[in-house]
Structures are given as structure tokens and as C-alpha cells.
């Protein structure tokens, strides 16, 4: 799912889309330097929040 970010555009996750996601958020947290894995968690904080109530979504914004 991360390779569907589009750095130009928004990319938008759903509820659903999430249960793929999560994992590899997981995968590069747990493969990547402090720094990057400190914000790798902040972003599988925000997973926790789009999960926990309906009509939500995960929004990577592009440029």
C-alpha cells in the first residue's frame, strides 16, 4: 500500500486498506534508523485513531 503514495498528490486509506497498511508500517519501523522508526509510530498512532471510529481516514498530503 505505501507504494501507492503519491508524493505529487493526496493519497487517501481507508478503514478497510489499513489492514494492509498497518503491517508494512510495521516492517519499516522495525528495519529503519531511530529517527525514522520514531516516525513510523507517530503514523501507526494515527492508524490507531482512523480504526477506533467510523468515517475516518488516513491522508498522506503530496507536495
Known amino acids: 500500500m505505501l ?5 505529487c498528490d493526496d493519497t487517501v486509506f481507508n478503514r478497510s486498506q489499513l489492514r494492509v497498511l498497518i503491517p508494512e508500517l ?3 519501523a522495525n528495519g529503519s534508523a531511530a529517527e525514522e522508526a ?3 509510530h507517530k503514523i501507526l498512532a494515527l492508524t ?3 480504526e477506533r471510529k467510523a468515517h ?3 491522508v498522506f498530503n503530496g507536495d
Open 3 to 7: 507504494g501507492y503514495v503519491d508524493p
Open 26 to 28: 510495521r516492517a519499516l
Open 38 to 40: 520514531e516516525a513510523m
Open 48 to 50: 490507531a485513531q482512523v
Open 56 to 58: 475516518r481516514y488516513l
